[in-house]
């Protein structure tokens, strides 16, 4: 019976095996926002810790563009054939269309045919979201080859007049490769919502329950509408739920994560969250300085630029708070050393 229990093969994770992430060229910085609204770029900087953002400009470029090639790189560095992967997830609240899908738009712009793609709208707990059911199926032994895309056009729905919003959001897009691993992946996931919290953080028109009119359009309710007081104290509630029950889940002490990874709304808000949980700074990502919060993109973006810091058994925590209310974390350890894929 022992001799059994010791070969028992250990079950089969999904594992994050490359990233790869893609920011539009044209800089945004709190100098510039400080000449289109009444903000400064010491308030910027105080407040959100932000001091630039990306915004994808060009006519007719939608998430899509951003999304395809964060994809196409991460292809590239992986030594992926587009016709090796077998589903394609996009978590975004920015879509292209409100049909068809982006992920669909996404597979077809990297010459990916032929399988399953569909969208993940959980705001900017999108990602955390749609890794948490990319993780099903390479569980459930359904795929080997998972694509999974976090983008965000965030300035094709901030008015550019509302300094409490425009000041925070970028646009940006970021993928993973998730394939499975006996090693190392995902360990624990738990995702949450609480639907009451719209009033908080939403976009008014432009759904079936208020269709764009020129009323709509001249009273600026297609893009975001946010109390930003109230969301910051669920957002901090939310994100030390997520990370308190999985860290107590899991047995793990605050030495035990290498990494925190939140997702990048405001410095404070990471700030609070991982002195709560007693993480120190030294050991929690950031990268809102540079990119702002582009909502389902800050958690792959920072992932891709802090790869090469990163070691195989690295035990990462991922959290995200976003609109819905929508909120959740991820336990993984990472699966490979540095900027190499395996
Ligand atoms: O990612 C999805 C989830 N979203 C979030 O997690 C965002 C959470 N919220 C936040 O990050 C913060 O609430 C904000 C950055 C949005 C705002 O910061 P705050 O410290 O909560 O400011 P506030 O909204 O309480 O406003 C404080 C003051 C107000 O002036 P009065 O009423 O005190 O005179 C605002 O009008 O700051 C004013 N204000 C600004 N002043 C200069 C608001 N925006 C600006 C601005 N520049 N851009």
Request: hydrophobic share 40%.
């Given at each position: 019976m022992?001799?059994?229990?010791?070969?028992?093969?250990s079950p089969?994770h999904?594992?994050?095996?490359?990233?790869?992430?893609?920011?539009?060229?044209?800089?945004?910085?709190?100098?510039?926002?400080?000449?289109?609204?009444?903000t400064s770029?010491?308030w910027?900087?105080?407040?959100?810790?932000?001091?630039?953002?990306?915004?994808l400009?060009?006519?007719g470029?939608?998430?899509?563009h951003?999304?395809?090639e964060?994809?196409?790189?991460?292809l590239?560095?992986?030594g992926?054939a587009?016709?090796?992967?077998e589903?394609?997830?996009?978590?975004?609240?920015?879509?292209?269309?409100?049909h068809p899908a982006t992920?669909?738009?996404?597979?077809?712009?990297?010459?990916?045919?032929?399988i399953?793609s569909?969208?993940?709208q959980?705001?900017?707990?999108?990602?955390?979201?749609?890794?948490?059911v990319a993780a099903?199926?390479?569980r459930?032994?359904a795929?080997?080859?998972?694509?999974?895309?976090?983008a965000d056009?965030?300035?094709a729905?901030?008015?550019?007049?509302?300094?409490?919003?425009?000041v925070?959001?970028?646009?940006?897009?970021?993928?993973?490769?998730?394939e499975?691993?006996?090693?190392?992946g995902?360990i624990?996931?738990?995702?949450?919502?609480?639907?009451?919290?719209m009033?908080?953080?939403?976009q008014?028109?432009?759904g079936?329950?208020?269709?764009?009119?020129?009323?709509t359009v001249?009273?600026?309710?297609?893009?975001?509408?946010?109390?930003?007081?109230?969301?910051?104290k669920?957002?901090?509630?939310?994100m030390?739920?997520?990370?308190?029950g999985l860290?107590?889940?899991?047995h793990?002490?605050?030495d035990?994560?290498?990494?925190?990874?939140?997702?990048?709304?405001?410095k404070?808000?990471?700030e609070?969250?991982?002195?709560r949980m007693?993480?120190?700074?030294q050991?929690?990502?950031?990268?809102?300085?540079k990119f702002g919060?582009?909502?389902a993109?800050?958690?792959?973006?920072?992932l891709?630029?802090?790869?090469?810091?990163?070691k195989?058994?690295n035990?990462l925590?991922?959290?995200?708070f976003g609109?819905?209310f929508t909120?959740?974390?991820?336990?993984?350890?990472?699966?490979?050393?540095g900027?190499h894929?395996?």
């Amino acid at each position: 019976m022992a001799k059994k229990a010791k070969q028992r093969k250990s079950p089969v994770h999904a594992a994050i095996t490359g990233v790869h992430g893609y920011l539009p060229p044209d800089v945004l910085t709190n100098a510039d926002l400080a000449r289109m609204v009444d903000t400064s770029d010491q308030w910027i900087t105080e407040r959100t810790g932000i001091k630039e953002r990306r915004i994808l400009k060009g006519e007719g470029l939608g998430t899509s563009h951003m999304g395809a090639e964060a994809v196409r790189g991460l292809l590239k560095k992986t030594g992926t054939a587009p016709e090796d992967v077998e589903l394609l997830i996009c978590a975004t609240t920015t879509p292209d269309f409100v049909h068809p899908a982006t992920a669909n738009l996404i597979c077809d712009m990297v010459g990916i045919h032929g399988i399953g793609s569909f969208d993940v709208q959980a705001a900017c707990s999108g990602f955390v979201y749609a890794l948490t059911v990319a993780a099903q199926f390479i569980r459930a032994g359904a795929y080997r080859k998972i694509v999974v895309v976090g983008a965000d056009k965030m300035s094709a729905i901030v008015d550019f007049t509302d300094r409490a919003t425009c000041v925070i959001f970028g646009d940006g897009a970021g993928a993973v490769l998730v394939e499975p691993s006996r090693k190392f992946g995902i360990i624990d996931t738990m995702i949450r919502s609480d639907g009451s919290g719209m009033r908080y953080l939403h976009q008014p028109a432009g759904g079936s329950r208020m269709p764009p009119t020129a009323e709509t359009v001249a009273k600026r309710m297609h893009s975001v509408h946010q109390e930003g007081a109230s969301v910051y104290k669920f957002a901090v509630a939310g994100m030390t739920e997520v990370v308190s029950g999985l860290m107590k889940r899991n047995h793990l002490k605050n030495d035990d994560v290498d990494w925190f990874v939140p997702h990048q709304a405001n410095k404070r808000i990471i700030e609070t969250t991982a002195d709560r949980m007693d993480i120190p700074m030294q050991r929690v990502m950031m990268t809102i300085q540079k990119f702002g919060n582009t909502t389902a993109a800050t958690i792959p973006l920072s992932l891709w630029d802090y790869e090469s810091k990163l070691k195989a058994g690295n035990r990462l925590l991922l959290a995200a708070f976003g609109g819905g209310f929508t909120w959740g974390g991820i336990y993984l350890t990472w699966a490979y050393d540095g900027s190499h894929r395996r």
